[in-house]
């Protein structure tokens, strides 16, 4: 079945520690993004890209960080510089014609 | 940059009665306006989407319409059940080769058996 994959679906880390959640999809879409949930505020955009080695930052995209090496690969890093990094995040992905197909999520915990 | 506003933020409504989701958008470039339903601990899932080129879409149980003059699109359940429970986001896109979504800040619909 073709479709997006967040993993893992739990991440814990410490204080000043950088961390990367992985996104991957086998749909050939082109267009990639990475959205934060927090209750209550619905969806921010942190940074996307619509083709390979090229991304353009969201609304929210201080102390986040992502590349995309791949058609199929879109990494985000959430680094220390990031003052509220815990949050449920979204990983989604287009043709760039329409809507989004979204992953089921990473939900990070920084401690 | 876009801005979407949704109402009501959480509605309850019995099993069987109908729910109306209302989005409000402010840029009238906007052409695409998708609605999501999200389970608890998923992702968004697309459960219908309309362009502002027609008025009204239906799709089973669910509708959506769209009124470009008032800038504003309303989502439409009928005959709820107890699985049309979750959170449902309004978004909307205007064509400015970015393809980028506003979405509205989430409706959370309980439907009581």
């Known amino acids: 079945d073709g479709g997006i994959t967040q993993s893992p679906k739990y991440l814990f880390r410490k204080e000043g520690q950088n961390v990367t959640l992985s996104c991957e999809q086998n749909?050939?879409?082109?267009?990639m993004y990475w959205y934060r949930q927090d209750p209550g505020q619905g969806l921010r955009l942190i940074y996307y890209?619509?083709?390979?080695?090229?991304?353009q930052k969201g609304d929210i995209a201080e102390g986040y960080s992502v590349s995309r090496e791949k058609k199929e690969s879109f990494p985000l890093t959430v680094t220390s510089a990031q003052k509220n990094p815990t949050a449920f995040y979204l990983c989604?992905?287009?043709?760039?014609?329409?809507?989004?197909?979204f992953g089921n999520g990473t939900r990070l915990t920084v401690t | 940059g876009e801005n979407v506003e949704q109402h009501p933020s959480t509605l309850s409504v019995q099993e069987g009665d109908s729910a109306v989701i209302k989005c409000t958008y402010s840029?009238?470039?906007?052409?695409?306006f998708p609605w999501y339903k999200q389970e608890l601990g998923k992702g968004p899932q697309l459960i219908i989407d309309?362009?502002?080129?027609?008025g009204e879409k239906k799709d089973q149980r669910i509708a959506v319409t769209l009124n470009k003059t008032a800038k504003h699109f309303s989502l439409h359940i009928t005959e709820t059940q107890p699985e049309d429970s979750a959170v449902y986001f309004c978004?909307?896109?205007?064509?400015?080769?970015?393809?980028?979504?506003?979405f509205g800040k989430g409706n959370q619909v309980v439907v009581i058996p």
């Open positions: 989604a992905s287009s043709t760039g014609l329409g809507g989004l197909h």
């Open positions: 749909l050939n879409h082109d267009a």
């Open positions: 890209s619509q083709i390979v080695n090229d991304f």
């Open positions: 840029d009238s470039a906007s052409n695409y």
């Open positions: 309309i362009r502002s080129n027609v």
């Open positions: 978004a909307a896109q205007a064509n400015y080769g970015n393809n980028r979504l506003a």
